[in-house]
């Protein structure tokens, strides 16, 4: 046998743990993200210094959001190029391109994620707070808990993918 072979460091070894990895750190993200909106939000008036902090976590959490969406796209690029799967098999082929699908929408609400954070922004220094509290709740209750359900469920298709 040849060393390689038997080492650990072989890539159908490593590339579906740093996929669920990404996987498991994104959807964490997002629930940092709505605990992070909750707890400035949870004070009967968002103040100018509310903003700016949740402004510098947001863009933190870009960051992070860009870094571990990037993990997830190039390491579910390289497991599906691979010879890991069996491709003649349809059922596999409608996953995969489900599971892209899943993640163009992913990125698709994350816009608008960033929509409704800029239109926050834009009615705070408007002066309208009641407005700028809505788009919170808007991205805390609905499209951030849309962005970890939908990545759940690409969780779970990659495992019963990496099971064929």
Same mark, same amino acid.
């Given at each position: 046998?040849? =060393? ?126 009641? =407005?700028?509290? =809505? ?30």
């Amino acid at each position: 046998m040849n =060393e390689l072979e038997t080492s650990f460091a072989r890539s159908d070894q490593i590339l579906p743990l740093i996929h669920i990895l990404g996987a498991i750190c994104f959807i964490c993200a997002h629930v940092c993200i709505i605990m992070l909106i909750r707890i400035f939000s949870d004070k009967t008036d968002i103040t100018n210094s509310n903003f700016e902090k949740i402004k510098f976590y947001l863009s933190k959490f870009n960051l992070f959001f860009g870094s571990f969406f990037l993990i997830i796209i190039v390491s579910g690029f390289f497991l599906s190029i691979g010879n890991n799967f069996k491709f003649a098999d349809p059922m596999i082929n409608a996953v995969i391109v489900t599971l892209w699908v899943l993640a163009v929408f992913i990125l698709i609400n994350f816009g608008y994620v960033y929509f409704k954070f800029y239109s926050f922004k834009k009615a705070l220094l408007a002066g309208d707070k009641f =407005e700028a509290s =809505e788009h919170l709740i808007i991205i805390a209750r609905y499209f951030v808990p849309l962005n970890i359900a939908v990545s759940v469920l690409c969780t779970y298709l990659c495992v019963a993918v990496g099971r064929f």
